[in-house]
């Protein structure tokens, strides 16, 4: 397994930034792809942004784009979110995720259901 750990979620006011991380305790990220989705209140829970392996190919959902940057330093075993001019809409609890790709290192995807595993969610809270 690889255990996931989120930190770095708030409450914000709008037009702030948030910087969520994901570890991976206790193994490495090695050939996994990383995303991470949000479910707010009352909603399914959606994609936001994943990354390759290699961190050369990066996909957003377009409400994000221009806003949030998904970073990794695979020396750390580490996912990062940077999120920049929040809205009130951004809030949500925050899930990080890791998608075993063996050896396709430039591999992104968007779609939960090729995620293997999954942190406990953090939550981001956005006031207006």
């Known amino acids: 397994q690889v255990p996931l750990v989120e930190s770095g979620g708030g409450l914000v006011q709008a037009g702030g930034s948030l910087r969520l991380s994901c570890a991976a305790s206790?193994?490495?990220?090695?050939?996994?792809?990383g995303g991470w989705f949000r479910q707010a209140p009352g909603k399914e829970r959606e994609f936001v942004a994943a990354?390759?392996?290699?961190?050369?190919?990066?996909y957003y959902v377009d409400s994000v784009k221009g806003r949030f940057t998904i970073s990794r330093d695979n020396a750390k075993n580490t996912v990062y979110l940077q999120m920049t001019s929040l809205k009130p809409e951004d809030t949500a609890v925050y899930y990080c995720?890791?998608?075993?790709?063996?050896?396709?290192?430039?591999?992104?995807?968007?779609?939960?259901?090729?995620?293997?595993?999954w942190g406990q969610g953090t939550q981001v809270t956005v006031s207006s």
């Open positions: 990354i390759s392996w290699s961190g050369d190919n990066t």
């Open positions: 995720a890791a998608a075993f790709i063996g050896s396709a290192i430039a591999v992104v995807t968007t779609n939960e259901d090729d995620y293997d595993y």
């Open positions: 206790g193994r490495t990220f090695s050939n996994y792809a």
